[in-house]
């Protein structure tokens, strides 16, 4: 069974620019979490989708936006790149009411210059 | 809101040295205790979840306990490859899970 799978790995920015990050959940999984890991600060809560509607969102600016898709795959969109924008995004996929947590992909790391 | 506290932040061991990791929640009607590996670059690989206090899992060399506010992951005889940043994650009333900072271990020979 194929993972959650996250493209690109990798994405370098400038500040200012608008960046994209995909991610396609498990087969058979409905909900998509996001999350940013920037260094020293942990894995902070970005946003949830479940069957197409946003259903949860964390404490960060409208700029950080996204859609679920009827394949349910999803997309980040994070506009006008700050600085501090640079971190890990991670992607996790889960059941709607598995109780086992999430199953995370590999993350994209973006880079703003 | 809801806080997940990691203790140590890091921790070396020797090979075979064994010892605990902490993690301690805020949230009242926990719905699910989860310890996570994470290796540098990697996104988190999930180990287990735990419900209610007094409960236990072990995996290999790995073994997790839930309290009423504390959970503790116990490593004996740990091995080089061991080495990871652990994560603790809580879930209460909304579905996702909040996040400690993690306890990068690092096991040398």
């Known amino acids: 069974e194929a993972g959650v799978t996250q493209s690109p790995t990798h994405l370098i920015k400038t500040r200012g620019q608008q960046a994209t990050l995909r991610c396609s959940p498990i087969s058979g999984h409905t909900s998509v979490y996001w999350y940013q890991q920037a260094l020293g600060l942990g894995l902070q809560f970005l946003l949830w989708y479940d069957e197409g509607e946003e259903r949860n969102r964390g404490n960060f600016p409208p700029r950080f936006s996204g859609r679920q898709f009827p394949n349910y795959s999803s997309e980040l969109n994070v506009n006008a790149l700050e600085l501090e924008d640079s971190a890990l995004y991670l992607c996790?996929?889960?059941?709607?009411?598995?109780?086992?947590?999430?199953?995370f992909g590999s993350g994209t790391r973006l880079t703003v210059v | 809101e809801d806080q997940v506290t990691q203790s140590p932040e890091a921790l070396r061991l020797q090979e075979g040295e064994s010892s605990s990791l902490n993690c301690s929640y805020t949230?009242?009607?926990?719905?699910?205790l989860f310890w996570y590996r994470q290796d540098p670059g990697k996104g988190p690989e999930f180990l287990f979840t735990l419900y209610s206090a007094g409960e236990e899992k072990e995996k290999e060399r790995l073994k997790a306990t839930l309290t009423k506010k504390e959970s503790f992951l116990h490593i004996t005889a740990p091995k080089p490859e061991d080495s990871a940043t652990y994560l603790c994650?809580?879930?209460?009333?909304?579905?996702?899970?909040?996040f400690g900072k993690g306890t990068k271990l690092t096991v040398n020979p």
């Open positions: 994650a809580e879930r209460g009333g909304s579905e996702k899970l909040v």
């Open positions: 949230v009242s009607g926990l719905r699910g």
């Open positions: 996790a996929s889960s059941l709607d009411d598995r109780g086992d947590g999430y199953t």
